[in-house]
């Protein structure tokens, strides 16, 4: 019986939140977007020459190392570092591009219209990160912390939230009585303070408490 070799082992766990195929490199930007994806969520790992139904084609040159070093360090802002390995699988080369969760979120990617934004990967998928949490990412960052004055409409955010497994920014404003601006500050400073957490529903980005 022949031994399975541990990159066969990955690929049959298919594409999820940690694992994405790539047959090829042939946009950096669009790479760029997976390395913001996974370092601005829990990290993952890129395959390079995996077609999406998990076949192994190989990589075919140099060039898909060069054009993942180019998404790092020309197409993400702060520059997503990473590690490469090569695999040989029976005679063809695999690329495994490890990413590891980032403490410097959020990274910066530029989308379609070369517009830089922040990605997170949901399932297998890179989706747009909003500004709830992207204001959230900075305050974390900040040295002298968050503040957050207990008031009225976070007192009905929790009391929500005691009878509800989360709510959206739509939500909030409404139960709250506030506007976006201010709900949005709430949000993203809970979320600073490991208070909410984030979970994205239908590919809209709703708010929870952690446990």
């Known amino acids: 019986m022949r031994r399975k070799h541990p990159i066969e082992a990955l690929i049959e766990e298919g594409e ?4 994405d195929f790539k047959f090829e490199v042939s946009d950096s930007r669009k790479i760029a977007r997976t390395l913001s994806a996974f370092a601005n969520t829990d990290g993952g790992r890129l395959l390079i020459g995996v077609k999406d139904n998990g076949n192994i084609s190989g990589v075919r040159s140099e060039e898909e190392y060069y054009m993942i070093e180019a998404a790092s360090r020309m197409y993400t802002r702060p520059e997503v570092p990473f590690e490469v390995r090569r695999w040989d699988v029976h ?4 690329l495994e591009v490890y990413i590891a969760p980032s403490g410097e979120r959020p990274h910066l990617a530029p989308d379609k219209d070369g517009e ?19 204001r959230a990412w ?34 909030f404003c409404r ?21 909410l957490d984030y979970v994205v529903i239908d590919k809209h980005i709703a708010y929870r408490r952690i446990a």
Do not use: C
């Not at 830089?116 to 992207?134: C, H, Q, T």
């Not at 305050?139 to 955010?157: A, I």
């Not at 949005?184 to 809970?190: F, K, N």
């Open 16 to 19: 999820h939140q940690r694992l």
């Open 91 to 94: 005679g063809k080369t695999v």
């Open 116 to 134: 830089y934004k922040a990605y997170i990967r949901v399932a297998d998928e890179n989706i747009l990160a909003n500004e709830v949490l992207v």
């Open 138 to 171: 900075r305050k974390q960052k900040n040295p002298d912390g968050t503040l957050l004055r207990v008031s009225e409409p976070v007192e009905r955010l929790f009391a929500w939230l005691d009878g509800h497994a989360y709510i959206s920014l739509r939500q």
């Open 175 to 195: 139960i709250a009585r506030v506007k976006y601006p201010v709900a949005r500050d709430i949000l993203s400073d809970l979320i600073a303070m490991r208070t």
